[in-house]
């Protein structure tokens, strides 16, 4: 079983700056893709942005230029740091990680999601 824990939400002014982490553990054979979600109440969830094991990066258009996505291979980590911040990127921020576990089986897990609140 895999398991994916989000920390580092939590409630910023307008134009600041939240830096969340995610880490993976449990039975990991290797992780490709890693990405950061999000769902603002009434919403669908949807993807903020996406790093792959060699480091491609793909993010939304909304993000793009204020939000950064890295990740520590030897750490099963990944980050988003993000910046001028704005009152609409309010919303449950869910990591999401995909790789191979020790039995070779393919998974997809989920964190239990981490708040940001953008608000003066």
């Known amino acids: 079983q895999v398991h994916v824990v989000e920390s580092g939400g939590g409630l910023v002014q307008p134009g600041g700056s939240l830096r969340l982490s995610c880490a993976a553990s449990?039975?990991?054979?290797?992780?490709?893709?890693m990405g950061w979600y999000r769902q603002a109440p009434g919403k669908e969830r949807e993807l903020v942005a996406l790093i792959t094991r060699v480091g491609n990066t793909n993010y939304a258009d909304s993000v793009k230029g204020r939000f950064t996505i890295s990740r520590d291979n030897a750490k099963n980590t990944v980050y988003l740091q993000m910046s001028s911040l704005k009152p609409d990127d309010t919303a449950v921020y869910y990591c999401?990680?995909?790789?191979?576990?020790?039995?070779?089986?393919?998974?997809?897990?989920w964190g239990q999601g981490t708040q940001v609140t953008v608000s003066s």
């Open positions: 449990g039975s990991i054979f290797s992780i490709n893709a």
């Open positions: 999401n990680v995909e790789g191979r576990n020790r039995q070779w089986v393919q998974f997809g897990s």
